[in-house]
């Protein structure tokens, strides 16, 4: 499993923990570092059924800024693929991409329900 994250963000702390604590192997990306490319999230939101909305940080200050909000209703997931790739910072995160599932963000009861089943 990838388990892409911001290593500052206590959110992804929280999920790290757990994964160890539950000895889920996984391989670990720092998003900032090497940001998703357009091709990932366009399979990771196509596995993982979500809205595409549901990648974007949208508490984060560069969706705020660059007013995302509005924005994003006007743009085809094509662009929005290609502009989540711009910036590590914009992807929501955690994301967990298994085999045949993708996690944004860490709800625990979630997270046992896919991992632990």
Known sequence: MLFAEYPKC?????AKKWLDAHEIQYTDRHIKEENPTAEELKR???MSGLPLKRFFNT???IYKNMGLKDKLATMTE???YALLATDGMLVKRPILVGEDFVLTGFKEKEW????LG
């Open 59 to 61: 508490s984060g200050l």
């Open 78 to 80: 094509e662009e929005q």
């Open 44 to 46: 990771w939101h196509e």
């Open 112 to 115: 046992e329900e896919k991992l």
């Open 10 to 14: 206590t959110t992804c702390q929280k």
